[in-house]
C-alpha cells in the first residue's frame, strides 16, 4: 500500500509538470550533506519533551549518536573557522583605526557594519565550542554509567544547539549575492483564477510568519487586504532581520496546492498564489532618484477592501517597465508613498542585476520575468501529502508541519544549489 501511494504520488506532481525535478540530485555541491544531516537533527529537536515518547521515538542509543554525530561535526572545523573569523575581526579592526577612513562616511559606515557582524560571527563559534564541551563532558559521564535522563537530555539539546550554530555559519559562507545580507520584503498575492486562491494565500502568510518565529524573529505584516469570509488578496510582511533576503530568495515564485477529488477522479483542483521578495534595506534607502515622470502616483479601489487603509494607501507604477509597487502599513499618505518608492528602487536595482545592465534606465521591459512564469512548490494535500520542491526537487511528506513554517529544508538547499 506505501508503495501505490508512492508511486501515486510522483505520478500526480510529474502530470503537473517535472520542471527541476531531478536538479537536485545532478548537483555534486559537497555542501548538501551536512545541510541534510542538519535537517534530521532539528526534526529530532522537536519531538515531545516527555521522557517516555523520547525513549519510544528516538531511545537513548539514537540521542548518543545523535550527540556524537554533533561533536564530531563541530571538532571537524569549528576551531578553524573561530581562527579565520576571529582574523577577520582583527583585520576590520584594524581598518577602523585608519586615520583616512573617516574622509569617507559610506566606507566608514561599511566598515562599521561588517565589524558588527564579524563580533557576532565569533561569539556565535565561541559558544559554539562552549556547547561542545558541555556535551563532550556529559559525554564521558554516560562512559562512567554516571547519567540519567536529565544530563541526557541536556547533552542532547546541547548538540542540537551545535548543529543549529554550524547551519547558520555554514549559510552564512554561501550567501554571497548583492543583498544578501538585507531584510526582505515578502509579497503574497491570490491567483486571478484557480479553487479557493484567496485561503491559499492567507495559509502561505501563516507559513512565513510562522517560519520566522521559528527562527526567533518576528515578521511584520504592513499590508494585508482581507475578503470577508475568503482569506486574502494580497498581503506584504516585512522581516526586518539581517540576511533575510538571502534566506527567502527562493520562494520566489507560484506556489500551488493540488487536491485530488476524494471519489479517486483523475481531475485535480489547484490553487495557486505568487510570492515575490524584495530586498529591504535595514541602514540606508537607496540613494539614487527616479525621474517623476516615469511614475504614475495613485491609489487603489476601494472595492472589498478597508476604507480607511485605502485613503493612506499608494500604488506606484515605473512607466518604462511596468512594475507595480504599493504600501498601505504606514500612517501617512507621504510615508507610505516613501515606503513604496524605495521597494520600488529595491526591485528595480534587482532586475537591473538579473538582466546584467548597468542601471535601471537600461531595463528591456519585455524580458522581465513573468512572476506567474516561475514555479517554486506544489503542496499536494489529497489522497496523501506531499511538499515538492520544484527548484531544487527537495520533497517532504509533512505538509502540516510545512505550512506551520518548518521550510528552512527548502530554504538551506536553494541557498545550496545558488550559483
Known amino acids: 500500500m506505501a508503495t501505490m501511494v508512492s508511486k501515486t504520488a510522483h505520478h500526480v506532481v510529474s502530470s503537473f509538470g517535472s520542471k527541476g525535478h531531478s536538479s537536485l540530485a545532478r548537483n555534486n555541491n559537497p555542501h548538501l550533506g551536512l545541510f541534510l544531516c542538519s535537517f534530521k537533527i532539528r526534526a529530532c529537536h522537536s519531538i515531545n519533551s516527555n521522557?517516555?515518547?523520547?525513549?519510544?521515538?528516538?531511545?537513548?542509543?539514537?540521542?548518543?549518536?545523535?550527540?556524537?554525530?554533533?561533536?564530531?561535526?563541530?571538532?571537524?572545523?569549528?576551531?578553524?573557522?573561530?581562527?579565520?573569523?576571529?582574523?577577520?575581526?582583527?583585520?576590520?579592526?584594524?581598518?577602523?583605526?585608519?586615520?583616512?577612513?573617516?574622509?569617507?562616511?559610506?566606507?566608514?559606515?561599511?566598515?562599521?557594519?561588517?565589524?558588527?557582524?564579524?563580533?557576532?560571527?565569533?561569539?556565535?563559534?565561541?559558544?559554539?565550542?562552549?556547547?561542545?564541551?558541555?556535551?563532550?563532558?556529559?559525554?564521558?559521564?554516560?562512559?562512567?554509567?554516571?547519567?540519567?535522563?536529565?544530563?541526557?537530555?541536556?547533552?542532547?539539546?546541547?548538540?542540537?544547539?551545535?548543529?543549529?550554530?554550524?547551519?547558520?555559519?555554514?549559510?552564512?559562507?554561501?550567501?554571497?549575492?548583492?543583498?544578501?545580507?538585507?531584510?526582505?520584503?515578502?509579497?503574497?498575492?491570490?491567483?486571478?483564477?484557480g479553487i479557493y486562491p484567496k485561503p491559499w494565500a492567507e495559509q502561505l502568510l501563516q507559513m512565513y510568519l510562522g517560519w520566522a518565529k521559528r527562527q526567533g524573529y518576528e515578521g511584520r505584516v504592513v499590508d494585508r487586504y482581507q475578503i470577508k469570509n475568503e482569506g486574502i488578496d494580497s498581503a506584504t510582511i516585512e522581516f526586518e532581520f539581517e540576511c533575510a533576503y538571502g534566506h527567502l530568495l527562493g520562494e520566489k515564485g507560484v506556489h500551488h496546492l493540488i487536491r485530488g477529488y476524494p471519489n479517486e477522479s483523475s481531475q485535480l483542483e489547484t490553487s495557486s498564489a505568487t510570492v515575490d521578495v524584495i530586498p529591504l534595506f535595514l541602514e540606508n534607502a537607496r540613494d539614487f532618484e527616479i525621474d517623476s515622470a516615469d511614475l504614475i502616483i495613485s491609489s487603489p479601489s476601494t472595492h472589498g477592501k478597508q476604507k480607511k487603509q485605502i485613503e493612506c494607501t499608494v500604488c506606484i507604477q515605473h512607466v518604462p517597465t511596468g512594475i507595480c509597487v504599493q504600501s498601505s502599513g504606514e500612517r501617512s499618505r507621504f510615508a507610505n508613498k516613501m515606503k513604496a518608492l524605495n521597494r520600488l528602487k529595491a526591485k528595480l536595482e534587482v532586475i537591473a542585476i538579473e538582466q546584467g545592465v548597468d542601471s535601471i534606465n537600461s531595463i528591456v521591459k519585455n524580458k522581465i520575468l513573468n512572476m506567474w512564469e516561475e514555479e517554486t512548490r506544489r503542496y499536494v494535500s489529497h489522497p496523501y501529502k506531499l511538499v515538492h520542491d520544484v527548484k531544487t526537487g527537495i520533497e517532504m511528506t509533512d505538509l502540516n508541519t510545512v505550512l506551520d513554517g518548518n521550510i528552512e529544508p527548502f530554504v538551506a538547499a536553494h541557498i545550496n544549489t545558488r550559483e
Open 51 to 193: 521522557n517516555n515518547d523520547i525513549y519510544k521515538q528516538v531511545g537513548l542509543f539514537s540521542l548518543r549518536r545523535k550527540i556524537e554525530d554533533a561533536v564530531i561535526r563541530a571538532e571537524m572545523y569549528a576551531s578553524t573557522a573561530l581562527e579565520m573569523e576571529e582574523a577577520s575581526w582583527i583585520k576590520q579592526e584594524e581598518m577602523m583605526r585608519d586615520s583616512d577612513l573617516w574622509d569617507d562616511p559610506t566606507k566608514s559606515n561599511d566598515i562599521l557594519v561588517k565589524l558588527a557582524n564579524s563580533a557576532k560571527v565569533v561569539d556565535s563559534l565561541k559558544d559554539l565550542r562552549y556547547k561542545v564541551e558541555e556535551a563532550q563532558l556529559i559525554k564521558q559521564l554516560t562512559e562512567m554509567n554516571a547519567i540519567g535522563y536529565g544530563l541526557y537530555k541536556q547533552a542532547y539539546d546541547a548538540a542540537v544547539d551545535v548543529g543549529n550554530i554550524l547551519d547558520q555559519y555554514e549559510i552564512s559562507k554561501l550567501l554571497k549575492g548583492p543583498f544578501d545580507m538585507a531584510g526582505a520584503c515578502l509579497v503574497i498575492k491570490a491567483g486571478p483564477a
